[in-house]
């Protein structure tokens, strides 16, 4: 007996170690461990009084929610047999709800090995709007559009991203304020046929538009002159009057540019979720005790197979979001932005090397666009830009968006764009 058990045991393990090897380099999918039957609480007849048992209230039954099978597969591998049971479960339904028991079936017992789970997402499209302010000094459109960048990386905490592009068409300009500004009002006088050049034939003040002018300076001429002793003498005089007034107005202090971001923001939302449980059989020996429930024992070899290959899905997932792009370098060149290539910044290397980009720009002239999430790991540190033997520094100043920077070699001028 055995001698041949053996070999049938051996044949289960090598089969049990195949599948779980062969389910490993599906994405998303987790392996449980099958859940070996609790045992039974002892009843109340067999630790009380008899008596006391027939006052007691009789207990309610206890419903469980019934979940079926969508599909059941028979494998058959030599001496090998697998039954898999797929079920299709909603969010509000309960994974804990699958049957575990073991059963019986055409001559073969069958135990519940592992539970496999594999989520179906779907993804959530819809449009999306967002407005942009800039605050600027002036109101010409033609240098404000070359202050916005093209396109802008929308993320909100629904869990929606996107590229949004600018829709030049709601580009709007508003005064930001106004603020007092001072000058002087000026006008001129004459008065001719004055007898002398004394300061007392002249008015020392004047009206002009409703406003007091006062006299600031006054210039003397000869209008007329007389010959006396074969000199010329002056005879009549003409006094130009300068007057003067302090006055002030109101003035834009600055203006604010609105402008609206369009396009289309996707979410991917969790749909059913597919868990297959996985039952392996062993045939029944009519000489054999069947095995008291809950005494079979776990083989551990496919948890051990599981483990190694989420830790390796955990492993390159965090290595695609450490070492992704995370700044968008764009060449200016005749009022114009183009994608120039992407790169990656970070707290512990802040600089980015643009030298192999020099000559796609209008003099090295470039803007930088730092993703939301390296901006805020580098707001208040320094970062470098380096063009060839230039390099420019600046100091992060994070305000909750993807931070732009426009870079100008040339010149050896960097500046935040707001």
Same mark, same amino acid.
Request: hydrophobic share 40%; net charge negative.
């Given at each position: 007996?055995?001698?041949?058990?053996?070999?049938?045991?051996?044949?289960?393990?090598?089969?049990?170690?195949?599948?779980?090897?062969?389910?490993?380099?599906?994405?998303?999918?987790?392996?449980?461990?099958?859940?070996?039957?609790? =045992?039974?609480?002892?009843?109340?007849?067999?630790?009380?009084?008899?008596?006391?048992?027939?006052?007691?209230?009789?207990?309610? $039954?206890?419903?469980?929610?019934?979940?079926?099978?969508?599909?059941?597969?028979?494998?058959?591998?030599?001496?090998?047999?697998?039954?898999?049971?797929?079920?299709?479960?909603?969010?509000?339904?309960?994974?804990?709800?699958? =049957?575990?028991?073991?059963?019986?079936?055409?001559?073969?017992?069958?135990?519940?090995?592992?539970?496999?789970?594999?989520?179906?997402?779907?993804?959530?499209?819809?449009?999306?709007?967002?407005?942009?302010?800039?605050?600027?000094?002036?109101?010409?459109?033609?240098?404000?559009?070359?202050?916005?960048?093209?396109?802008?990386?929308?993320?909100?905490?629904?869990?929606?991203?996107?590229?949004?592009?600018?829709?030049?068409?709601?580009?709007?300009?508003?005064?930001?304020?106004?603020?007092?500004?001072?000058?002087?009002?000026?006008?001129?006088?004459?008065?001719?046929?004055?007898?002398?050049?004394?300061?007392?034939?002249? =008015?020392?003040?004047?009206?002009?538009?409703?406003?007091?002018?006062?006299?600031?300076?006054?210039?003397?001429?000869?209008?007329?002159?007389?010959?006396?002793?074969?000199?010329?003498?002056?005879?009549?005089?003409?006094?130009?009057?300068?007057?003067?007034?302090?006055?002030?107005?109101?003035?834009?202090?600055?203006?604010?540019?609105?402008?609206?971001?369009?396009?289309?923001?996707?979410?991917?939302? $969790?749909?059913?979720?597919?868990?297959?449980?996985?039952?392996?059989?062993?045939?029944?020996?009519?000489?054999?005790?069947?095995?008291?429930?809950?005494?079979?024992?776990?083989?551990?070899?496919?948890?051990?197979?599981?483990?190694?290959?989420?830790?390796?899905?955990?492993?390159?997932?965090?290595?695609?979001?450490?070492?992704? =792009?995370?700044?968008?370098?764009?060449?200016?060149?005749?009022?114009?932005? $183009?994608?120039?290539?992407?790169?990656?910044?970070?707290?512990?290397?802040?600089?980015?090397?643009?030298?192999?980009?020099?000559?796609?720009?209008?003099?090295?002239?470039?803007?930088?666009?730092?993703?939301?999430?390296?901006?805020?790991?580098?707001?208040?540190?320094?970062?470098?830009?380096?063009?060839?033997?230039?390099?420019?520094?600046?100091?992060?100043?994070?305000?909750?968006?993807?931070?732009?920077?426009?870079?100008?070699?040339?010149?050896?001028?960097?500046?935040?764009?707001?």
């Amino acid at each position: 007996m055995k001698n041949r058990l053996l070999p049938r045991l051996t044949r289960h393990v090598r089969a049990v170690i195949l599948a779980a090897l062969c389910a490993l380099p599906l994405c998303g999918i987790t392996v449980f461990a099958a859940e070996e039957g609790a =045992p039974d609480l002892p009843r109340a007849a067999e630790t009380q009084d008899p008596a006391a048992v027939t006052d007691m209230a009789p207990a309610p $039954a206890r419903s469980e929610p019934e979940l079926y099978p969508a599909d059941v597969q028979t494998i058959i591998d030599g001496d090998m047999r697998q039954i898999v049971k797929t079920y299709s479960l909603a969010p509000e339904q309960n994974p804990a709800d699958i =049957p575990r028991d073991s059963f019986e079936r055409g001559g073969w017992r069958y135990s519940l090995t592992d539970i496999t789970e594999k989520r179906i997402s779907g993804t959530d499209i819809r449009p999306h709007i967002e407005t942009v302010e800039i605050t600027t000094d002036t109101k010409d459109l033609n240098a404000i559009i070359k202050l916005l960048s093209p396109t802008l990386d929308y993320e909100d905490e629904d869990g929606y991203a996107g590229l949004l592009t600018l829709d030049l068409s709601t580009v709007k300009c508003e005064e930001a304020g106004y603020k007092s500004s001072s000058y002087t009002v000026t006008a001129t006088r004459e008065y001719p046929h004055l007898s002398t050049n004394d300061l007392s034939l002249i =008015p020392k003040t004047i009206s002009e538009n409703g406003r007091t002018l006062s006299l600031e300076d006054v210039a003397w001429e000869a209008q007329q002159t007389v010959n006396v002793d074969y000199d010329e003498l002056p005879y009549s005089y003409r006094a130009v009057a300068k007057y003067t007034a302090s006055a002030s107005k109101t003035v834009a202090a600055g203006y604010v540019t609105a402008a609206d971001y369009v396009g289309e923001v996707a979410r991917t939302s $969790a749909g059913e979720t597919i868990y297959a449980a996985y039952f392996v059989g062993k045939e029944i020996d009519p000489l054999t005790p069947k095995p008291a429930q809950g005494g079979t024992p776990i083989n551990l070899a496919p948890f051990i197979f599981a483990a190694l290959g989420l830790a390796a899905l955990l492993g390159g997932s965090l290595a695609f979001f450490f070492l992704r =792009p995370n700044v968008k370098i764009y060449a200016i060149s005749e009022g114009k932005y $183009a994608l120039a290539a992407k790169g990656k910044i970070s707290a512990k290397s802040p600089a980015i090397d643009l030298t192999p980009l020099e000559g796609r720009s209008d003099g090295g002239r470039f803007e930088l666009e730092i993703k939301r999430f390296a901006a805020r790991s580098l707001s208040g540190k320094t970062v470098e830009a380096r063009c060839g033997p230039v390099s420019l520094k600046h100091q992060i100043a994070y305000e909750g968006n993807a931070y732009r920077i426009e870079a100008d070699f040339s010149a050896k001028a960097i500046r935040a764009i707001y």
